[in-house]
């Protein structure tokens, strides 16, 4: 078997064979370098058909990332897929609120999930920060409700919860969102590396080629 | 729009939408319980049909981890998605080397991945041990060798890399592994949630419910 190994190429390789896959939408580079990342991350070129973009989402992303804005995660192991050193260099930080002691106390006692409660508790920080929630659909729900109460005005919202209790309906919900850049994955399908992979995909843009 | 936003309800009402889709499958418990965490963790149903068990590996999976066995990943973001403190209830414990600095020098020395160079550097800490591999194609290849050449005898050994470069390649090679017991999901799909999917269902399970 003719294994690469050497990892620049993998990554070289893996890009022109994701590539063709794109031909036929219509993409600007910055969408197209999002679903690349998408495809590459899943290994399901069958994505991209259900990929949305708010209109300025991609280059609110972008500017804001590079402006030092805090990345804000629904649970941990999205945390962990983002390359938080890339954030730190333009001043960032990428946060999570999941585990901490006092979010688990509130959602108890709210009767809500500790992701939604998270976001809650810290509603006063996610001004002009990236939100990502790539697994809760109650906090996607919360951080909408937030935002059209004029409470919250992040730079970008990413939205790809995933599964069958209240996913598909909370993308939907997002596409009509106003005021707030969305990127979103409709229909059951998401998760914590789909949602890194976008965050990681703006970080690493370096424009048309 | 009627949202759950009860987490233990979410979870409840999320299985039982899944169950319907394992009823024409021939699975022992075990391996249900493993598909629908898989299904539950991606949002998508069709990952069902290239899921493959060898005969053993639920049994040794929940034996292996209930002993306390380490478990090795082959990247950081799965090891942040395995319920960690349920592995060191048991007595075990999570480890991932790719960030190791020595292993980043040894990688670009050897001309592979970090994730392959990690498992090779530490082969001697692999018996009995669970390694899971949810990204690199080349750390499966790495992990499967080291097997073959009587080497290291891991308890189970889960690979579901992810991409185009390879990992559809490892999977059909380890469907040909001889002497450790495997999970893997054939095709190009894959990656650190499925992954870590997976080893959680071990942890969780309690047995034909």
Redesign the interface.
């Known amino acids: 078997?003719d294994?690469?190994?050497?990892?620049l190429e993998?990554e070289r390789?893996?890009m022109e064979?994701?590539e063709p896959y794109l031909v036929s939408h219509n993409l600007n580079p910055g969408q197209k370098a999002v679903i690349k990342r998408i495809i590459?991350?899943?290994?399901?070129p069958d994505l991209i058909h259900d990929v949305r973009f708010h209109p300025r989402a991609v280059e609110a992303g972008i500017s804001a990332l590079r402006k030092g804005a805090a990345v804000f995660t629904d649970v941990?192991?999205l945390?962990?897929?983002i390359n938080t050193k890339m954030v730190q260099g333009y001043g960032g930080e990428v946060r999570c609120f999941i585990a901490d002691p006092e979010v688990a106390v509130a959602?108890k006692a709210m009767?809500?999930?500790?992701a939604?409660a998270g976001f809650r508790m810290h509603s006063a920080e996610l001004d002009h920060s990236v939100v990502v929630i790539g697994n809760a659909?109650?906090a996607l729900?919360e951080v909408m409700d937030l935002i059209n109460k004029n409470m919250i005005a992040p730079a970008l919202l990413v939205g790809t919860p995933?599964?069958?209790?209240?996913?598909a309906?909370s993308k939907e919900?997002l596409l009509q969102l106003d005021g707030v850049p969305f990127i979103t994955l409709l229909?059951?399908?998401?998760?914590?590396?789909i949602a890194?992979s976008i965050i990681n995909a703006l970080l690493y843009y370096q424009g048309d080629k």
Request: no cysteine.
């Open positions: 078997m294994i690469i190994w050497d990892p993998i390789k893996s064979i994701i590459h991350t899943s290994g399901d941990n192991m945390k962990a897929g959602a009767g809500i999930t500790r939604a659909p109650t729900f995933v599964g069958f209790v209240g996913a309906e919900l229909g059951t399908r998401g998760g914590s590396s890194a």
